[in-house]
C-alpha cells in the first residue's frame, strides 16, 4: 500500500512539474504576439505589392550580400526568401494593379 500511494505522489508530483511550465507561452511568438506578426505580415504584402520588379531585385540583391557576409543573419534570410518567394509567384498572380 505504502509503494502504492508513493507511486501516486510521484506520479502527481511529475504531472504538477509538467503543468507548470506551460504558461501562455503559445501566444508569444519571438517576442511577438500572433495578432503582431498579423500585422506585420499584411504590412509586407502591402509594402511588396506598392513596389516593382526591379525594385525588388535590388533589394533582394542588398539582403543576398548581407547574407554573404554573415550567413547567419536571419533577418537577412527572412526578407531575401520572401522577395525570392513573390518574384517566383509574380508570374502567376501577375503584377499589382490599382
Known sequence: MKKKVSSILCLLL??????????D???DYGGKTKSELQS???QMVT???GM???QMKEIKAAYDEKLAADPSDGDATLYSNLISDWLGILPEIGEYKE
Open 40 to 42: 506585420l505580415a499584411e
Open 47 to 49: 509594402t511588396l505589392q
Open 52 to 54: 516593382e520588379t526591379d
Open 14 to 23: 511529475v504531472l504538477f512539474t509538467f503543468v507548470a511550465c506551460g504558461g
Open 25 to 27: 507561452a503559445a501566444d
